[in-house]
């Protein structure tokens, strides 16, 4: 793995800090400060995180903490550690705000509409982009949605890995539809990555809910995830 230059990208404070906040509750407190300690962000820690939308954490401390996160724990911490913790963390970074509150409600209004998903997704895509600087495209097709993330913040720097990366991302973005729908009921599956040689990071989401197999077969992550991981 190698690692290239970060430019100055940021994602919020808040973000950072809630993120952080659910992988203490997942791994405790004394795994987080070695994971800060390895990643050489103990002592700034306080400078890039906080209670509001601001972005001051840089691209950098993200991927350097989920990288030893993976070195630490395992490489499969990045498909549970990393993934689950993001997942949650959105309830606590983006639940209280406008936008995900006008569509729950509007979710909850119109429980026929084709269009759901696509206003859940819509309302996810910007709040990434207004407290990150990823820029995302939404695009459609019969049976997926089709999300293509520039400047990703997961993977940021990062090249010349053999798979996809970007578990912080899918775990926001199934987090934040499990949010909004009040139900964890749409897999989402990243098919490209900027780390592995990808002009860009893509995200599918499949229009349709698990089935009831699926969930009974434990497919509804990442294939055999443990239930209190999902």
Not at 130 to 135: L, N, V
Not at 150 to 179: E, T
Request: charged fraction near 20%; glycine fraction near 8%; aromatic fraction near 10%.
């Amino acid at each position: 793995m190698s690692v290239l230059p970060f430019a100055g990208l940021c994602i919020s404070g808040k973000a950072m800090l809630t993120y952080l906040n659910e992988l203490r509750s997942m791994v405790g407190e004394n795994s987080v400060l070695m994971v800060l300690r390895k990643s050489g962000w103990l002592d700034g820690v306080r400078s890039i995180i906080s209670t509001r939308h601001e972005k001051t954490a840089p691209y950098e401390a993200l991927v350097a903490i989920n990288q030893n996160i993976s070195e630490i724990f395992g490489e499969k911490a990045q498909r549970t550690v990393v993934y689950s913790s993001a997942k949650r963390s959105f309830a606590g970074s983006f639940g209280e705000t406008k936008v995900v509150q006008e569509a729950h409600n509007w979710i909850e209004n119109n429980p026929q509409s084709p269009l759901r998903l696509r206003a859940s997704l819509e309302a996810i895509i910007y709040l990434i982009e207004q407290t990150s600087d990823q820029q995302i495209r939404l695009d459609e097709s019969s049976s997926h949605y089709h999300l293509t993330v520039q400047f990703c913040a997961a993977c940021w720097g990062v090249h010349n890995l053999q798979a996809p990366y970007c578990y912080y991302n899918l775990g926001i973005i199934r987090g934040g539809l499990q949010y909004i729908f009040g139900n964890d009921d749409y897999p989402v599956q990243e098919l490209a990555c900027v780390s592995s040689g990808d002009k860009a990071c893509e995200f599918i989401v499949r229009k349709f809910p698990f089935s009831e197999n699926e969930i009974g077969s434990g497919k509804t992550g990442f294939l055999t995830l443990p239930n209190h991981l999902r």
